[in-house]
T-cell receptor, first 115, second 110 residues
């Protein structure tokens, strides 16, 4: 059983399109996250949800909108995709909010390529 | 400017060699975690250190948290090709801010 699963694994799309990435965790964790990893492998947090409520919203363009229908799911919708959005997007979950010492469980990532 | 600096950025060694990678900050951490990321996968948590001066061992990996809680190191003994990957440190500041380091890419050649 995959603990944190995200789909799709790869996404190639044209500029201007709208796309969604889905994430599900079966660990019973209360908090879920979206991270962006750039070409230099730097991981930067985008959003965090605790029990379906948005608790962290870093400086991210409004074109990015997270949605959490329940605490096991956190989806990421991106409008009007731009070339600079190309990156690997990781979903993660943890037992508490990011101040805890429990660490994250990450999904295997979605490689988004905007052409 | 990165809040957490890791060094070296790249490391290529032969199987059987020892190595140390470092994670440094100008600010005090509440706690620090080390992750390993393999190509095409997400980072996997290796260890969490909380107390200044703490040392934790995970088989051939030894993790140390600096006394002042501003730095940490990861030492690998007798590296194996399976240790190849991107090693990331991640730190919690002020109990509510979490940042990842820039990473060390390790390649262990057979």
């Amino acid at each position: 059983d995959t603990a944190v699963s995200q789909t799709p694994k790869y996404l190639v799309t044209q500029m201007g399109n709208d796309k969604s990435i889905k994430c599900e965790q079966n660990l019973g964790h209360d908090t879920m996250y979206w991270y962006k990893q750039d070409s230099k492998k730097f991981l930067k947090i985008m959003f965090s949800y605790n029990n379906k409520e948005l608790i962290i919203n870093e400086t991210v363009p409004n074109r990015f909108s997270p949605k959490s229908p329940d605490k096991a799911h956190l989806n990421l919708h991106i409008n009007s995709l731009e070339l600079g959005d190309s990156a690997v997007y990781f979903c993660a979950s943890s037992q508490a909010d990011r101040s805890s010492n429990y660490g994250y469980t990450f999904g295997s990532g979605t490689r988004l390529t905007v052409v | 400017t990165q809040l957490l600096e890791q060094s070296p950025q790249f490391l290529s060694i032969q199987e059987g060699e020892n190595l140390t990678v470092y994670c440094n900050s100008s600010s005090v951490f509440s706690s620090l975690q080390w992750y390993r990321q393999e190509p095409g996968e997400g980072p996997v948590l290796l260890v969490t250190v909380v107390t200044g001066g703490e040392v934790k061992k995970l088989k051939r990996l030894t993790f140390q948290f600096g006394d002042a809680r501003k730095d940490s190191s990861l030492h690998i003994t007798a590296a194996q090709p399976g240790d190849t990957g991107l090693y990331l440190c991640a730190a919690v500041y002020n109990f509510n801010k979490f940042y990842f380091g820039s990473g060390t890419k390790l390649n262990v050649k057979p």
